[in-house]
C-alpha cells in the first residue's frame, strides 16, 4: 500500500477512513481491502446464504422506495416483543443521538471517558457543557456507579450517558447495578444506557434494561442493529423509552429515514433466529480466545470486554499510529488506535474480535512490528511530527480547562468571563426544554468542579474474561484450548444519598425511587401496560405468526 493510505488517517478528527476510502486510496480491488480489526461488527451474520438472498433481489431493493418507517418499526417490534409506541427506529444509532441531544438535553450532559466519541462531540457542537467522568487506567477502565452519581450531582448535570459494555474498552456494568443507578437519577431530566453491543456479553443471563426504561419517564435505551447484525452499511439502529420519550424522538424522524435494504434485512431476521443465535455465541468464544493469544504477548496488555472488540495497551516504548501504519502497510492489517479519543491515548488500540484464522494474522504482524529483529523490545517513539492523530494535548486541554463546554468555553475564559469548569455560568444549550425536574440545591453548584476521582492502584490483570453462557446447539469449529481465566467482580452498589446531616440531605435530594408496579410513571407505563394489555401488546406486523427461537431484548441472544 501506498503512504497516501496511512495519510487518510490524518485527516479524521474522531474515527478511522471508511472502508471505501482505504480501498480507493490503495488501488484494490473491490473486496481485497485489508483484514478489519478496526470496524466492531458481527462476522458470522448475516450467513453466505442470506447474502445471497439480497443479492438476487439486489435490483428491487435498490429501485423501489421502501415502507414507511412506521411499518418496519412496527416489524421489528413483532421481532423483539415490545411496544411499538416505545419504539423509534433511526438511520444509525448516530442519527438518534443527535435527535436526543436537540430533543431532550437542555444544557449540561454527562458522560464517562474515553467512550463513543459521540456522546461527547454532538452535544458540544450545539453549545452544551459536557461534564466528562475520567474512567481509570489504574482500575482497568471500570465504571464505579456510585462515584459517577456523586460526580452528576455535584456538577449539576441534567443529563447522563452510560454505554454498557463501554466502548472502547468493553467494561461491562450488571442490570441490578444499573437499575440501582437510574433510581438514584430519578431526578435527572434524562438518563440513556446505550447497549449498542450488548448482545455480545456473556457475563450476566438477561443484562438488557429494555423492560425497565419502558417503565420510567426519563430514561432511554439505546440499540444498535448494524453492530449486531454484521450491517454497519445498512445504518439502522433504535431507542427504546417510554411513549412519551419515544413518541417525541419519533414525531422528528423523516417517514423514509430507513432505507430498502434496511426494511429488506428487518423482514428477513423472522427466519433467521437460530443462526443469529450461532453467530453470537461465536463471536463470544472467538473472544476468549482472542484474549489470550493476545495476552501472550510480552507488554501488551489486555482489558476485560463483554463487547465484540479487546481494549489493549501497548507495551513501553510503542506509538500507536507507528503500530497501526505498519500493520496496514506491511500486513495489510487495519486497526483502531485510540489516541483521538477523549481519556484515551495513542498507546491504546481498539481490536475487533474475528475468526482465529485472522487472529493468527493480527498476532503475527504484531509480533513483527514490535518485537521484529533490530527494533529491540517495542517500536521506538516515532520521529516529530509523526504522531499526527493522536491530539492527545489538545483534548486534555478542552477537557481540563472547560470540562465539555467546548470553543464556546474557551473563548468565554479568553475574555476572562466564567470560571474553569463552567459550574458558575454553564453554556446554555439550544434543545427544547423538559418539564421541570426536582431543584437542585445552590449550593451544590457553589461546591464548583468535582476532583477526579482515583481508584487503589493495581495492575490490570491480562484477559480475564468469563466463560460463555452454555449453549444448546453444536458449532461447526474446532474446540480450543482453555484459558485461564477469573471472575468478573461484583459491581459496586449505588447507595441512596445518605440521610444523615441536614445539609448533605438539602444538596443531595433524595431520589423519588422506582415506580411501584401499576402505577403508571410520569409519562410512562404501568407494568401491566408493558406486559401487553391495555392496548400495549406486541402484535407482529401484516398478521404473520409470531417469531419462533428469536432472541428478546430482554434474553440477549438466548434462545426459546
Known amino acids: 500500500m501506498s503512504g497516501n493510505v496511512t495519510s487518510l488517517f490524518r485527516s479524521t478528527a474522531a474515527h478511522s477512513p471508511s472502508m471505501a476510502a482505504l480501498t480507493r486510496e490503495s488501488g484494490e480491488a473491490t473486496g481485497a481491502g485489508p483484514v478489519d480489526f478496526c470496524i466492531p461488527c458481527n462476522p458470522y451474520f448475516p450467513t453466505p446464504a442470506m447474502f445471497d438472498e439480497m443479492a438476487a433481489r439486489l435490483r428491487d431493493i435498490i429501485t423501489y422506495y421502501p415502507s414507511g418507517a412506521d411499518t418496519i ?69 471500570a465504571l464505579d456507579l456510585a462515584q459517577y452519581a456523586e460526580f452528576i450531582r455535584v456538577r449539576g448535570t441534567r443529563v447522563a450517558v452510560v454505554c454498557n459494555p463501554n466502548n472502547p474498552d468493553g467494561g461491562f456494568l450488571h442490570k441490578h447495578a444499573l437499575v440501582q443507578f437510574m433510581d438514584a437519577m430519578a431526578d435527572r431530566d434524562l438518563i440513556v444506557i446505550d447497549e449498542s453491543f450488548l448482545e455480545f456479553a456473556d457475563a450476566e443471563a438477561e443484562p438488557s434494561v429494555v423492560q425497565e426504561a419502558m417503565l420510567r419517564p426519563n430514561v432511554v435505551v439505546l440499540r444498535s442493529l448494524g453492530k449486531n447484525f454484521g450491517l454497519h452499511g445498512i445504518r439502522f439502529g433504535y431507542l427504546v423509552a417510554n411513549p412519551a420519550l419515544a413518541g ?25 433466529g437460530p443462526e443469529y443465535a450461532r453467530s453470537l455465541h461465536q463471536v463470544r468464544r472467538d473472544r476468549l480466545e482472542m484474549a489470550g ?130 459550574v458558575a455560568a454553564p453554556a446554555v444549550g439550544t434543545g427544547v426544554p423538559l418539564p421541570a425536574a426536582v431543584p437542585a440545591d445552590p449550593a451544590a453548584a457553589a461546591l464548583g468542579p468535582m476532583p477526579v476521582p482515583t481508584a487503589p492502584r493495581q495492575v490490570p490483570q491480562p484477559a480475564p474474561v468469563p466463560q460463555p453462557a452454555p449453549y444448546p446447539g453444536p458449532v461447526p469449529v474446532p474446540h480450543p484450548a482453555p484459558v485461564p481465566q477469573q471472575p468478573m467482580p461484583a459491581p459496586a452498589p449505588v447507595p441512596a444519598p445518605a440521610p444523615a446531616p441536614a445539609a448533605a440531605a438539602a444538596r443531595y435530594p433524595a431520589p423519588t425511587g422506582p415506580t411501584p408496579p401499576g402505577v403508571p410513571a410520569r409519562g410512562g407505563l404501568t407494568a401491566a401496560q408493558v406486559r401487553g394489555t391495555n392496548g400495549l401488546e406486541s402484535v407482529p406486523a401484516t398478521g404473520r405468526p409470531g417469531p419462533q427461537n428469536w432472541p428478546n431484548p430482554a434474553g440477549m441472544g438466548r434462545t426459546g
Open 248 to 272: 417525541r424522538v419519533r414525531a422528528m424522524l423523516p417517514k423514509w429515514n430507513l432505507n430498502s435494504f434496511a426494511e429488506h434485512v428487518v423482514f428477513m431476521l423472522r427466519d433467521h
Open 73 to 141: 418499526t412496527a416489524e421489528l417490534c413483532g421481532l423483539l416483543q415490545l411496544p411499538p409506541q416505545c419504539v423509534a427506529m433511526g438511520n444509525g444509532s448516530t442519527e438518534l443521538i443527535t435527535w436526543i441531544d436537540h430533543l431532550l438535553v437542555r444544557e449540561s450532559l454527562a458522560v464517562p471517558v474515553p467512550t463513543f466519541g459521540r456522546w461527547t462531540d454532538q452535544p458540544m457542537e450545539t453549545g452544551k457543557r459536557v461534564d466528562m467522568f475520567p474512567l481509570q487506567e489504574s482500575s482497568g477502565f
Open 293 to 422: 493469544q493476545l495476552s501472550s504477548l510480552p507488554g501488551l496488555t489486555v482489558y476485560p470486554s463483554q463487547g465484540n472488540f479487546l481494549f489493549v495497551r501497548l507495551p513501553v516504548g510503542a506509538e500507536g499510529t507507528v503500530v497501526r501504519d505498519r500493520m496496514l502497510t506491511e500486513h495489510r492489517v487495519l486497526v483502531r488506535e485510540c489516541g483521538n479519543k477523549i481519556g484515551s491515548s495513542s498507546r491504546f488500540l481498539r481490536l475487533v474480535v474475528r475468526p482465529q484464522a485472522d487472529v493468527r494474522r493480527l498476532v503475527s504482524g504484531l509480533e513483527q512490528v514490535l518485537y521484529g529483529a533490530g527494533r529491540g523490545a517495542a517500536v521506538p517513539e516515532p520521529a516529530p511530527g509523526t504522531s499526527y492523530s493522536s491530539g492527545t494535548a489538545a483534548v486534555d486541554r478542552l477537557m481540563s480547562e472547560t470540562n465539555g463546554a467546548g470553543l464556546r468555553g474557551l473563548a468565554a475564559q479568553a475574555a476572562g468571563a466564567g470560571t474553569p469548569g463552567l
